[in-house]
């Protein structure tokens, strides 16, 4: 193996670009991949823009954290992983004797870590796998025949598995997701596969209806130019959704989520909204008559990672769908470009 790698190394906002670096070194207890396939997804796109709170101005680092690789270094302390693997490697870690991380909800860790956000990611020919990570059970096998940008996706549907139990999405549920981005549409498919009865997508863009549409979407509704309560009310026959999914970083999206709420109704806040514009009008009398619950997720821990690989290997969902444009890593900046530009469900980078 060669010393140096290219990476594609984050300076500033807007200034992402392809260097030659050395190959991480690993420690006796670590791992050493090779990347196959990393996502660009929103939070990587907040990076880019210089938003995101863990690239503090001076921050040089490689961004990437949605991954799938191949194992070729291994630490001498391991014998449960073998060179040759392919993995995926859930991103987060928690202190090890934290609350959170002993309850699984290692994400929610105050000191949680977490590759590609404040160490190195997978933006890389190559990554470490750091020791708590291969301790805490974030490296997880695949099968050699997936694809490895799908394979990836394991991370952004534990995210959306996260919210869907947080709100209970089952047989018989009406649930409108707002907002049909990549993320939605996973929300789309999730809630069909949990069988839900009608899954209504809300969305301003008509090429992103369009699209959620031919996914399996059963109505879609342009929430500027159409009346998004009355279709609710007219699909559930006056009762209101039992789930609404806030899949938008959109205040508008989430104050009417109470108003299309039947009794009884779960609303999760899975988009979060700008840090500097993030308070909403809440009619709190609304939650109380119609005992609502009202919950956010943020993330995913090891162990939604977990269920979400289950899932994948299940072949209960196909998620290769998503998957719309892929791009050499020395292609960079036309891979984030067609990440922003709205067309695509998910962009892929190949190291």
Known sequence: MKDTMRAAVYHGPENI??????????GQ????????????CGTDLRILHGHHRKYPDGTVRIPGHEMAGKIVKVGKNLYKYKLGDHVFIAPNMGDGDSRETISGNNNLDPNYRAIGINLDGAFAEYMRVPAEAVRQGNVMQISPDEDPAVAALIEPLAC????????????????VIMGAGPIGVMHMIVAKARGADRVLVSEPLELR?????????????????????FKVQKVSEGRGANVII????SKFAQESALQIAAIGGRINLFGGLPKNDSLI??????V????????????????????AADLVRSGRIDLGILVTKRFQLSEIKQAFEAAEDGTNLRVSLIP
Do not use: M, W
């Open 29 to 40: 207890d670590e791992i050493l991949v090779k990347v196959l396939s990393a996502n660009i």
């Open 209 to 229: 209806r369009k699209q959620a549409l031919e996914l399996g979407a059963d109505q879609v509704v342009d929430p500027v130019n159409e009346d998004l309560s």
């Open 281 to 286: 009008r809440f009619d709190s009398n609304i």
């Open 17 to 26: 670009r392809i260097e030659e670096v050395p190959v991480p070194q690993i």
């Open 246 to 249: 806030v899949a938008a970083p």
């Open 288 to 307: 109380h008559y119609k005992e609502l619950l009202v919950t956010g997720t943020t993330a995913c821990s090891t162990y939604d990672c977990l269920q």
């Open 160 to 175: 959306v598995l996260r919210g869907q139990n947080a709100v209970g999405v089952r047989s018989g549920d009406i649930v």
